[in-house]
């Protein structure tokens, strides 16, 4: 599957973004799909990931209160509504998904454990 990430800019702190990720193919039945965010000189780290159905959305601690993921099925695509930015969510951010349905809960959280991902769109927050 092929992911297409947009919605990234420039934005002041204290700003909203609100970010997408449109898959090539249906996501109805990819367990998994979560965000990741990678600022210059630092590794790939988790923003969020949403289960396919049951149990709620999971957030890293820096963005808990702030993030929103969610998914729309219909559309195919998976969104992040990002409020009250700040300027260390700085980065190139990254949807990603699972999409032969393998990742377990407790492996949500790590990169590896997702098959595919989009190109990447960048968010600057300014002070």
């Known amino acids: 599957v092929q992911l297409q990430a947009s919605g990234g800019g420039l934005v002041q702190a204290g700003g909203s973004l609100r970010l997408s990720c449109t898959a090539s193919?249906?996501?109805?039945?990819?367990?998994?799909m979560g965000w990741f965010r990678q600022a210059p000189g630092k590794e790939r780290e988790f923003v969020a990931h949403i289960r396919k159905s049951g149990g709620g959305p999971i957030y890293a601690d820096s963005v808990k209160g702030r993030f929103t993921i969610s998914r729309d099925n219909t559309k195919n695509t998976m969104y992040l509504q990002m409020n009250s930015l700040k300027p260390e969510d700085t980065a190139v951010y990254y949807c990603?998904?699972?999409?032969?349905?393998?990742?377990?809960?407790?492996?949500?959280?790590?990169?590896?454990?997702?098959?595919?991902w989009g190109q990447g769109t960048e968010v600057t927050v300014s002070s």
């Open positions: 193919e249906s996501i109805n039945s990819m367990k998994y």
């Open positions: 990603s998904a699972d999409s032969r349905s393998r990742l377990i809960l407790s492996n949500a959280r790590n990169p590896g454990g997702y098959d595919s």
